[in-house]
């Protein structure tokens, strides 16, 4: 699973041309729809409203983990820097071997940078939901 998520990362950081064209195929709505999924998602947890932030995940995460208040939980004891950071950057969507991510780049409030990789998913409505993210810690550190 980690060299998976290494692939990824290496895919969507690094990018080649055949990646470029698959990212171009989303349009500026497209983008800011998926970009705004993962915001919300971010503001909700930065107001520690649980309910919120898990409901734009998708419903596989839902079902696996129960409760708002059980994801709330996870978040944070597994992924503080995007429960609380100070800054947050984003990249272009991307598509890797078919499915779409959102990369962003999170610098915690100890000024460390992370990588957040955001597996992306269109509900049955059109609506894009997050299906989990892996968190990455870089060697960065923000001035």
């Excluded at 597996?119 to 997050?130: N, Y």
């Amino acid at each position: 699973m980690k060299r998976l998520t290494l692939m990824v990362l290496m895919f969507v950081m690094v990018g080649g041309a055949a990646m470029l064209a698959k990212a171009a195929e989303f349009g500026q709505n497209e983008v800011a729809a998926i970009q705004g999924a993962v915001q919300l998602q971010i503001e909700a947890l930065a107001n520690d409203d649980a309910a919120g932030a898990f409901a734009l995940t998708t419903e596989n995460t839902r079902s696996r983990l129960g409760s708002p208040d059980n994801f709330l939980k996870m978040i944070k004891e597994q992924y503080d820097p995007v429960y609380r950071h100070r800054l947050a950057l984003y990249q272009s969507p991307q598509i890797v071997f078919g499915k779409v991510y959102q990369v962003v780049r999170l610098t915690d409030l100890e000024s460390h940078v992370w990588v957040a990789i955001y597996l992306m998913h269109k509900d049955e409505e059109g609506a894009w939901k997050i299906d989990g993210c892996r968190l990455i810690q870089t060697k960065t550190i923000a001035v």
